[in-house]
Structure formats: structure tokens, C-alpha cells
T-cell receptor
Framework: EDKVVQSPLSLVVHEGDTVTLNCSYE??????LLWYKQEKKAPTFLFML????IEKKSGRLSSILDKKELFSILNITATQTGDSAVYLCAVRTGGGNKLTFGTGTQLKVEL | DAGVIQSPRHEVTEMGQEVTLRCKPISGHNSLFWYRQTMMRGLELLIY????????DSGMPEDRFSAKMPNASFSTLKIQPSEPRDSAVYFCASTPFSRGLVSGNTIYFGEGSWLTVV
């Protein structure tokens, strides 16, 4: 059974802090790893990673994948209250589009 | 594009009643997914379709759950009879079907159907 584990489960930080969210996986036939941000509604796409060691960056968010150690991290620098959300990691496996999600990291950024 | 459209947005029903959730995927997307999200278990894949054909329904909890995709623009998830433990947010998502490592493909979620069974 494919497994995706995220840590920490929840996190409270102050504005301006830097946070690192973790995602490890044990799956068969890995294709790619994706990060999503979920506020009150549907998850919205952040990054897709397929190659080890290549950082993807979007503003204050960045992510990297390690296919040897089977994990990914999502970094958020200079956090803002608008970053408060659940961050979901998902792994795409097989020849189709099946995504297995972790349970998410609940991030709260306080003033 | 209107995105993935789900209905109803909210549903409160009594235990034992039948519940039908509906989804219209993004036009041109031929993979469709049903996910269930709860606090305890996170996002769980229930079933997914490629070209209207069910590919993997191993996540469907039990015989009370069934899903259909009669055409490329419509899918239903039915729970009969519903139970309080079915209370969750049910997300439908879609994506263009692709083989192999094609970068840029992700799945697009609807806004969810919030189900409460009392």
C-alpha cells in the first residue's frame, strides 16, 4: 500500500519566521510529488517535483525532492498570516494519474 | 473555464437516506477522481476514472458507495444507505490523462460537497 507521511501535523509560528514542512513516501512506481495549499475550500496546486535535487521556487515558497531518501521539503520564508493553511503533499504513481495524499500539515502564522 | 463543478455544496441528511453527489469535470479532462476528506484520515482517494472507465475503486469503503461516469462531462457518487461516519467533505477532481512523466499536469479540485449525516 502506498504511504505518504507529513510532519509536523501542525505548526504555529510568528510572522517573519521561516518554516520547513516535511513529506516522506513509500510508494510503488513513483512518478512525481506534488504540494498543495488548502485554505477553507479546495486544495490549490503549488509545485510538482519529478527530479531529485532541483529546487522549485515561487516567491517565498520553495521545494525540493530527494528520490534516494524518498522525501521532499517545502520551505516558506518570511511567513505571513496569509500563509496559514493546510499544506498537502501528494505522490503520483503508476502509469495513470493516481495521487496518494498525506494527511497534511496545518500551519498557523500569528502576528 | 468554470473549473470542476460540484453539487450540492452542502448536504445534511438523516441516517439511512440516499445521498447523491454530482460532478462536472473541466472540459477536455478525461481523468476524474473522487476524494473524501476528514480530519482523522485526510484526503483519501475513493475511485478514479479514465475516459469514463473506472480504473481503481479500491478506496471505495464498502458496498454502500457507488460511483458512475456515464459520459465525459458528468459523474455521480452515491451513498445508500448513508451513515453518520460518512460525514466528510467529498471532492471531485479532474486532469488531462497522460502517460509517463509529463510535467505540468496536476489535478484540479472542485470546491467540495460538505456532507453531514445525522
Amino acid at each position: 500500500e502506498d504511504k505518504v507521511v507529513q510532519s509536523p501535523l501542525s505548526l504555529v509560528v510568528h510572522e517573519g519566521d521561516t518554516v520547513t514542512l516535511n513529506c516522506s513516501y513509500e510508494v510503488t512506481n513513483f512518478r512525481s510529488l506534488l504540494w498543495y495549499k488548502q485554505e477553507k475550500k479546495a486544495p490549490t496546486f503549488l509545485f510538482m517535483l519529478t527530479s531529485s535535487g532541483i529546487e522549485k521556487k515561487s516567491g517565498r515558497l520553495s521545494s525540493i525532492l530527494d528520490k534516494k531518501e524518498l522525501f521532499s521539503i517545502l520551505n516558506i520564508t518570511a511567513t505571513q498570516t496569509g500563509d496559514s493553511a493546510v499544506y498537502l503533499c501528494a505522490v503520483r504513481t503508476g502509469g495513470g494519474n493516481k495521487l496518494t495524499f498525506g494527511t497534511g500539515t496545518q500551519l498557523k502564522v500569528e502576528l | 473555464d468554470a473549473g470542476v463543478i460540484q453539487s450540492p455544496r452542502h448536504e445534511v441528511t438523516e441516517m439511512g437516506q440516499e445521498v447523491t453527489l454530482r460532478c462536472k469535470p473541466i472540459s477536455g479532462h478525461n481523468s476524474l477522481f473522487w476524494y473524501r476528506q476528514t480530519m482523522m484520515r485526510g484526503l483519501e482517494l475513493l475511485i478514479y476514472f479514465n475516459n469514463n472507465v473506472p480504473i481503481d475503486d479500491s478506496g471505495m469503503p464498502e458496498d454502500r458507495f457507488s460511483a458512475k461516469m456515464p459520459n465525459a462531462s458528468f459523474s455521480t457518487l452515491k451513498i445508500q444507505p448513508s451513515e453518520p461516519r460518512d460525514s466528510a467533505v467529498y471532492f471531485c477532481a479532474s486532469t488531462p490523462f497522460s502517460r509517463g512523466l509529463v510535467s505540468g499536469n496536476t489535478i484540479y479540485f472542485g470546491e467540495g460537497s460538505w456532507l453531514t449525516v445525522v
